[in-house]
């Protein structure tokens, strides 16, 4: 399994920024993918996942200005961020959980980074 992210880049206080990431490779229709970022000096922390079947759970830091998606027939996950803020800057990593009869696997996309200047 691997997961391309891409869309990241620098921005200023308030703008906008999309990210998407795809998935390839083979894994279980049972599934989630979501957004992780680390921030520098921090630990890794989850910002929003989306489910197969479209259950969502955000972050509070981000669920009033982030938005997640994701179109199965591409097996893509989107992340709108809005009214970005500096404390956003941070490596953006998708991630995706494969749920089989044996457990969940889960795999990590390369990161892409958002920085946003004040």
């Known amino acids: 399994v691997q997961l391309q992210a891409s869309g990241g880049g620098v921005v200023q206080a308030g703008a906008s920024l999309n990210l998407s990431c795809a998935a390839s490779?083979?894994?279980?229709?049972?599934?989630?993918l979501g957004w992780y970022r680390q921030a520098p000096g921090k630990h890794r922390l989850m910002v929003a996942a989306?489910?197969?079947?479209?259950?969502?759970n955000y972050d509070d830091s981000v669920k009033d200005r982030f938005s997640i998606s994701r179109d199965n027939d591409k097996n893509t996950v989107y992340l709108e961020m809005n009214n970005l803020k500096p404390e956003d800057t941070a490596v953006y990593y998708c991630?995706?959980?494969?749920?089989?009869?044996?457990?969940?696997?889960?795999?990590w996309g390369q990161g892409t980074l958002v920085t946003v200047s004040s």
């Open positions: 989306i489910t197969a079947g479209g259950r969502i």
């Open positions: 490779g083979s894994f279980f229709s049972t599934n989630a």
């Open positions: 991630k995706l959980w494969s749920a089989s009869s044996k457990g969940i696997s889960e795999y």
